[in-house]
């Protein structure tokens, strides 16, 4: 098109590829990118953003660049788009808004139940008989003299229990899922568990699952249906009433939910044990493009946690048939395995970080005993720890994510 016959196209897909968090800074960052024009005439861009949706208060010439990084900037809600520019002054269409949440607080890596607010994690069971949740604050040692708890949900009505954030507070509130009826019920830690709230998402058959897929501190309700392959999101951003759905993995598979692309939300996953390859869509693109590794194979269980502390997932398995962990890890672009064994067949196992140095420490619950087995990554996964917490005789179900 003849730059001077009318305006340009605006850039395509303006897409939020990183969020920044520092947990003692007063201010933070938002790195973005989009898709550059296509008309040859474009030489260059302007970012627009503001705090209202629509109203753009700031703007930056940021040249022929298609990324750019917003620093120190206050932590908020920002509606962000671009326009891109010819030599002669014309200047097309803002592209289509998007929505970057920045925030101070540091996301967990290495997703686990939290009741006590300190980013370590806490022993938690709950008892399907009489819907009792009991955790062992990391404050208190995790000894069974400083547990905690209360009843929520019935094991018989086949609620499913959950660890999640749902209030954004930085702390785990007490969540079930009922199949029958595809309803979430939820305690909120923000009101000492004693505030209910509820939604109706996803039907028998279904997946549940919790996390942080918008960046806004709180996590959102997830199912995953194995089998057409349809992943259904309700955004906690719109007060659960706003959905994002994608296909991706079909029967067979097993669905995750971790963050791999450093940018504080959470990415679609699953890991197919037939040929053990891992596929997942990265939030940085909306969910539209992702990337694959092979690791494990049938009979392990997969897992996803931080071990190298850069703020991304890293690629693991536990073997029960021989307690061997292996993992690859992000800081290595997944070319790096690791390995070491702790536990066995029978063994829950789980990722958690106990010492609370923001990597992944391994675990394993032995229903036989009630006791919990864990290895911290602070002695380089040569130091244990042992607790009792839970019955595999009465039933309890270790809630580990």
Not at 33 to 42: C, F, G, I, L, T
Not at 170 to 178: A, C, E, I, P, S
Request: with cysteine.
């Amino acid at each position: 098109m003849d730059s001077k016959s009318g305006l340009i196209r605006a850039a395509a897909a303006l897409v939020v590829v990183l969020l920044l968090n520092a947990a003692r800074l007063e201010a933070a960052s938002v790195t973005l990118a989009w898709d550059p024009n296509p008309e040859p005439e474009v030489t260059g861009y302007i970012l627009l953003y503001g705090t209202k949706p629509g109203v753009y208060t700031a703007q930056v010439n940021v040249g022929n660049r298609t990324q750019y990084s917003l620093l120190s900037i206050p932590e908020g809600t920002y509606y962000v788009t671009v326009q891109a520019y010819t030599a002669d002054g014309i200047i097309s269409a803002p592209a289509v808004e998007v929505t970057a949440v920045v925030r101070n607080r540091p996301v967990p890596a290495t997703p686990a139940p939290d009741f006590d607010g300190d980013n370590r994690t806490d022993l938690t069971i709950w008892r399907p008989s009489t819907g009792a949740w009991t955790w062992s604050s990391s404050l208190s040692g995790s000894t069974t003299s400083g547990a905690s708890g209360t009843s929520w949900g019935s094991g018989s009505v086949g609620d499913v229990p959950l660890s999640g954030d749902l209030d954004g507070d930085g702390v785990n509130d007490l969540v079930v899922w009922r199949p029958t009826d595809g309803t979430w019920y939820w305690l909120m830690s923000s009101s000492n568990f004693t505030g209910a709230d509820s939604r109706r998402w996803g039907g028998y058959g279904d997946v549940p699952m919790l996390a942080d897929l918008d960046g806004d501190g709180a996590d959102d309700i997830v199912v995953w249906r194995p089998s057409t392959g349809d992943w259904f999101c309700l955004m906690s951003s719109h007060n659960y009433t706003t959905a994002e759905t994608r296909r991706w993995g079909g029967a067979g598979d097993v669905p995750l939910l971790a963050d791999f692309d450093g940018d504080g939300r959470a990415d679609i996953t699953v890991w197919r044990p037939s040929t053990g390859d891992w596929f997942w869509l990265k939030s940085s693109y909306n969910w539209y493009a992702g990337d694959t590794r092979r690791w494990g194979g049938a009979g392990d269980q997969p897992l996803l946690g931080d071990f190298d502390g850069d703020g991304r997932a890293d690629i693991t398995v536990f073997r029960p048939s021989t307690g061997q962990w292996f993992w690859i890890t992000s800081g290595s672009s997944y070319r790096s395995g690791f390995a070491t064994t702790w536990g066995g067949q029978g063994d829950v196992p789980l990722l958690g970080d106990f010492d609370g140095d923001r990597r992944a420490d391994i675990a394993v619950w032995r229903p036989s005993t009630g006791q919990w087995f864990w290895l911290t990554s602070t002695s380089g996964f040569t130091s244990g720890f042992v607790k009792i917490l839970g019955s595999g005789a009465a039933g309890d179900v270790p809630v580990v994510k």
